[in-house]
């Protein structure tokens, strides 16, 4: 989700040649489709089962991250964050249903917490590198 804004400091605008807003509308697009599957991916999670689910949207989100090395213009980068977006929302969403069912209530919260402060920990690993 952030690795966008190192792209505009590390001169992303000028590579893209992006004009305007097109920046803005890149950092706004991850969101919409993120929003929208959050739910669906959630009961396609149900249907097929975290062991497949999981770590096929942790396989696309990966694959996008890295993709975006490659986009050449605005338009393929609107199509990596679009897919980011659906990615993230399927693995953050289906992450929460996965740990209810594996935890008790009273365990759930600390171990939600440790799981999500890892991403935060893995962003900070991200932007030192």
């Known amino acids: 989700r952030g690795g966008i804004v190192f792209g505009k400091v590390d001169g992303m605008e000028k590579h893209l040649k992006l004009k305007g807003t097109q920046y803005n509308t890149l950092m706004a697009l991850f969101y919409p489709t993120f929003l929208v599957f959050q739910i669906p991916l959630n009961f396609l999670c149900r249907k097929i089962g ?39 929302a399927g693995f953050i969403s289906s992450l929460y ?27 900070i690993l991200n932007n030192l590198v």
């Open 50 to 88: 975290a062991r497949k689910h999981l770590p096929s949207m942790l396989l696309l989100a990966g694959t996008m991250s890295v993709g975006a090395m490659g986009a050449r213009n605005f338009q393929g980068m609107v199509a990596i964050r679009l897919l980011e977006g659906f990615a993230q």
């Open 97 to 123: 249903f996965t740990f209810g069912l594996w935890y008790p209530r009273k365990y759930l919260a600390p171990r939600l917490g440790f799981a999500l402060s890892t991403s935060g920990l893995a962003g």
